[in-house]
């Protein structure tokens, strides 16, 4: 279950609460009955592996991305394509 941030409007008062997608998001203060509001703050996201970068998956600059990704598909069904050839022809 996700934990949600508030802040009262009026008195300040902050704090967490675990609530499920489904449940509603909390309107009143618990410390003085005035108008509470999500707090959001920084998510950590990290994108590891290949695709994310600027360099993966292109060739040379002069090549461009139409014939990068050819030859990087082409080379890629090759290498797999080499091994199930020989495979099925032996």
Do not use: E, W
Not at 1 to 13: F, I, K
Not at 67 to 80: D, K, R
Request: charged share 10%; glycine share 14%; net charge positive.
């Amino acid at each position: 279950m996700p934990t949600y941030s508030y802040q009262c409007r009026d008195c300040g008062h902050a704090f967490d609460i675990q609530q499920a997608f489904t449940d509603d998001a909390l309107t009143v203060c618990p410390n003085c009955g005035g108008s509470l509001r999500k707090v959001f703050g920084a998510v950590g996201v990290t994108f590891n592996g290949s695709g994310f970068y600027r360099t993966d998956s292109r060739g040379t600059k002069s090549a461009g991305a139409g014939s990068a990704s050819s030859s990087s598909s082409s080379s890629g069904s090759s290498s797999s394509g080499s091994s199930s050839s020989s495979g099925s022809a032996a």
